[in-house]
C-alpha cells in the first residue's frame, strides 16, 4: 500500500536501529517490524503470507539439518580429514579446498544450502587445523555468493536465461571464468584482512 509507505519506511529504520544498537537481536526486531507492519495496515495478512518464499525455506531447512547431521553423525570429521589429506597442514589450500567445495555446491543448489553444509566442515578444518575459522567463513560467504556457472545456480540466472537468450553453455563459459576468478582473488585476498 503504497500511501503507507512513510510508516513502513519509519518500521524498517526502528529495526535496523533496534537491531544495530543491540536492544534486540535481529530476528527479534525483524519480527516486531513484521507485526508492526500488519498491525499499521502497510501490509494485509494474506499477501504477508503468499509473499513467503515457502520452497526457499524448506530448502534451507533441510540443508541445516544436513549439515548438523554431518556434524553430529562424524561425516564432517570424516570429509575433514580427506580434505586435510589434499591440503596437508597448509591452511591456504584448506582454504581453496572449502572455497572450491563451496562453489560448486553453490551451482547445484541453493547458495543457502551451500553455505549451510560447507560451514561445519570449514570449523572443523579450522579446529583441527589449529587456526582462526575466520577466513573460512569468509571464503564460504563469498563462493556461496558466487553461482555464476549455471543458470541453476542463483534465481536472477534463471529469470535471465529465457528472455536473455542463454545457452547453458554461456553460463559455463562466461560464468565458470569469472568463478575461477573470484576463486583465485578471494583465496589471496582472505587470509590478508582475515588471518590465519
Avoid at 545456480?153 to 575461477?180: A, C, I, S
Amino acid at each position: 500500500r503504497h500511501e503507507r509507505a512513510g510508516v513502513a519506511v519509519a518500521i524498517l529504520l526502528g529495526m535496523v536501529v533496534l537491531a544495530a544498537t543491540g536492544v534486540m537481536s535481529m530476528l527479534n526486531a525483524a519480527l516486531v517490524a513484521a507485526c508492526l507492519m500488519i498491525a499499521t495496515r502497510c501490509v494485509t495478512g494474506p499477501v504477508a503470507r503468499r509473499s513467503i518464499d515457502w520452497q526457499v525455506l524448506t530448502v534451507i531447512g533441510a540443508a541445516l539439518g544436513i549439515g548438523k547431521a554431518l556434524e553430529t553423525s562424524g561425516g564432517a570429521a570424516f570429509i575433514v580429514t580427506h580434505f586435510l589429506g589434499l591440503a596437508g597442514h597448509d591452511p591456504v589450500l584448506a582454504l581453496v579446498v572449502i572455497y572450491g567445495l563451496t562453489m560448486i555446491f553453490t551451482e547445484l543448489m541453493s547458495n543457502n544450502a551451500a553455505a549451510a553444509m560447507m560451514f561445519p566442515l570449514a570449523l572443523a578444518t579450522a579446529e583441527s587445523l589449529g587456526v582462526s575459522h575466520m577466513p573460512f567463513v569468509f571464503g564460504i560467504m563469498i563462493a556461496a555468493s558466487c553461482g555464476f556457472a549455471t543458470p541453476i545456480g542463483y534465481q536472477t540466472n534463471l529469470m535471465v536465461y529465457g528472455p536473455g537468450g542463454y545457452q547453458f553453455r554461456d553460463f559455463v563459459v562466461f560464468g565458470g571464468l569469472l568463478n575461477l576468478v573470484t576463486w583465485a582473488v578471494a583465496v589471496v585476498v582472505i587470509p590478508i584482512f582475515y588471518g590465519f
